[in-house]
C-alpha cells in the first residue's frame, strides 16, 4: 500500500511568490492534514480536510490556505512569501470511521526556501 | 488546550544500552491517542509506538515500549538495546479519537544520539 506522497520535496521561491505545495493521501484515507515544522516554533498544526471541507484550522494568517478534491488529494499554497514561511510542511493522512479517527501517516515533507 | 511538554531537548544512550524518553501532556479529554514518532535525517516522521487511553496495558513495540500514567499525564517511552540506527529526533503526541476532530499536537521534540 503506497504511503503518503508529498510533492515536490524541495522548493525554493523569492519573497513575494506564491507556492503550492500536493499532498496525496493513502488510498482510502480521507481526512488530510498540514503542518508547519521549524527549528524555532517546532510543529505546527495549519488545518485540516476531511471530505472536500475544512474541518479545522490552526493559528496561521490568511495567506495559507489549502483544499481538498474529491479524491482527497489536498493541496496547500501560500500567497506573498515570506523568509519566516521558510520551513517544512508536513501532510498527513488519516483514516476517519464513524467511532473514530485513526493514527496520523506522514509523508516525506516539502522543504520550502523563501529567499 | 491540549498541551504536550518534552523537558528533555537532548539525550544520548551507549549502544545496546536503554534510555528513556519523558512525555507529559494536558487535556480535559478522556478519550485520546498519544504517540511517539521518530524523525531521522531524512525527514519522515515515524510512527514509533502507540497507545489509546482507554487501554491500561502499555503499549510494547519489539525494543520500544512506554510507560502510560493516565492520572498523572505522563507517558515516557523506554529504549531496549539502543542501536545506532535509533540516533532521531522523538516526538511525543496526542490526538483526540473524536471523529469531528483531526489534529495531531506535537511535543517540542528530544534529539537522541546513540554512542558506539
Known amino acids: 500500500k503506497a504511503g503518503v506522497t508529498q510533492t515536490p520535496r524541495y522548493l525554493i521561491k523569492t519573497r513575494g511568490q506564491q507556492v503550492t505545495l500536493s499532498c496525496s493521501p493513502i488510498?482510502?484515507?480521507?481526512?488530510v492534514s498540514w503542518y508547519q515544522q521549524t527549528p524555532g516554533q517546532g510543529l505546527q498544526f495549519l488545518f485540516e480536510?476531511?471530505?472536500?471541507?475544512?474541518?479545522n484550522k490552526g493559528n496561521f494568517p490568511g495567506r495559507f490556505s489549502g483544499r481538498q478534491f474529491s479524491n482527497s488529494r489536498s493541496e496547500m499554497n501560500v500567497s506573498t512569501l515570506e523568509l519566516g514561511d521558510s520551513a517544512l510542511y508536513l501532510c498527513?493522512?488519516?483514516?476517519?470511521?464513524?467511532?473514530?479517527?485513526?493514527?496520523?501517516?506522514f509523508g516525506q515533507g516539502t522543504r520550502l526556501t523563501v529567499v | 488546550a491540549q498541551t504536550v511538554t518534552q523537558s528533555q531537548p537532548e539525550m544520548s544512550v551507549q549502544e545496546a544500552e536503554t534510555v528513556t524518553l519523558s512525555c507529559t501532556y494536558d487535556?480535559?479529554?478522556?478519550?485520546?491517542?498519544l504517540f511517539w514518532y521518530k524523525q531521522p535525517p531524512s525527514r519522515q516522521m515515524i510512527l514509533v509506538i502507540r497507545?489509546?487511553?482507554?487501554?491500561?496495558q502499555n503499549a510494547t513495540e519489539n525494543r520500544f515500549s512506554v510507560n502510560f500514567q493516565k492520572a498523572a499525564k505522563s507517558f515516557s517511552l523506554k529504549i531496549s538495546d539502543s542501536q545506532l540506527g535509533d540516533a532521531a529526533m522523538y516526538f511525543c503526541?496526542?490526538?483526540?479519537?473524536?471523529?469531528?476532530?483531526?489534529?495531531?499536537?506535537f511535543g517540542p521534540g528530544t534529539s537522541l544520539s546513540v554512542i558506539p
Open positions: 498527513a493522512s488519516s483514516l476517519v470511521t464513524p467511532s473514530r479517527n485513526t493514527e496520523a501517516f
Open positions: 488510498s482510502g484515507h480521507r481526512s
Open positions: 480536510y476531511f471530505s472536500e471541507t475544512q474541518r
Open positions: 487535556t480535559s479529554e478522556s478519550d485520546y491517542y
Open positions: 497507545q489509546e487511553a482507554y487501554k491500561q
Open positions: 503526541a496526542f490526538q483526540e479519537m473524536k471523529t469531528s476532530y483531526d489534529k495531531v499536537i
